[in-house]
T-cell receptor, first 113, second 111 residues
Framework: DAGITQSPRHKVTETGTPVTLRCHQT?????MYWYRQDPGHGLRLIHY???????DKGEVSDGYSVSRSKTEDFLLTLESATSSQTSVYFC????????????FGQGTRLTVV | TQLLEQSPQFLSIQEGENLTVYCNSS?????LQWYRQEPGESPVLLVT?????EVKKLKRLTFQFGDARKDSSLHITAAQPGDTGLYLC???????????FGKGTKLSVKP
């Protein structure tokens, strides 16, 4: 299995607080992604990275920012959490962009109260 | 915007039945992947199809990529309770270079 770990696995936070989720990989994959998964919506791309310090927005990027200072770490930050950001967040990596297997982390269940 | 429509959204069947899940789009994809996600777990790749018309078999699962590379199907023969899960199709070649995921088909196989 690809070495992708997400932390924390579960988090409950209050509306208006900043939250950072971490994705760490040991596979040296170039591409990293943050998705959120909600019932009825499937997996939606938040942000992605195609290299160190190279990131771009996805389909649902409003309210989120990312940073990638090292190949192995991709951070997702909710600047000011809202209840609509309650979701399960998955990090994924690929060796090449699209068309190759995406390896997923275990997911982070975030609840904003 | 590229979209992948999966149908049906939900499917509940008895053990031993056959079923087919569909993944359709108006866009052409360079390849298409199928993932299975068990409850509380992350998606895991089942197969990648690349060539139009391609058929791949994985034990009781048969995957087909449409000739025009716009659609795909997953057929399960003699479903078992262990097949229960969310089946996601994903197309390669999104506008941001990423995989585009369908919303999934939630399959429940009852003993």
């Amino acid at each position: 299995d690809a070495g992708i770990t997400q932390s924390p696995r579960h988090k409950v936070t209050e509306t208006g607080t900043p939250v950072t989720l971490r994705c760490h990989q040991t596979e040296n994959h170039r591409y990293m992604y943050w998705y959120r998964q909600d019932p009825g919506h499937g997996l939606r791309l938040i942000h992605y990275s195609y290299g160190v310090k190279d990131t771009d927005k996805g389909e649902v990027s409003d309210g989120y920012s990312v940073s990638r200072s090292k190949t192995e770490d991709f951070l997702l930050t909710l600047e000011s959490a809202t209840s609509s950001q309650t979701s399960v967040y998955f990090c994924a990596t690929e060796t090449n962009q699209g068309g190759t297997e995406a390896f997923f982390g275990q997911g982070t269940r975030l609840t904003v109260v | 915007t590229q979209l992948l429509e999966q149908s049906p959204q939900f499917l509940s069947i008895q053990e031993g039945e056959n079923l087919t899940v569909y993944c359709n789009s108006s866009s052409v994809f360079s390849s298409l992947q199928w993932y299975r996600q068990e409850p509380g777990e992350s998606p895991v790749l089942l197969v990648t199809v690349v060539t139009g018309g391609e058929v791949k078999k994985l034990k009781r699962l048969t995957f087909q990529f449409g000739d025009a590379r716009k659609d795909s199907s997953l057929h399960i023969t003699a479903a078992q309770p262990g097949d229960t899960g969310l089946y996601l199709c994903a197309g390669a070649g999104g506008s941001q270079g990423n995989l585009i995921f369908g919303k999934g088909t939630k399959l429940s196989v009852k003993p």
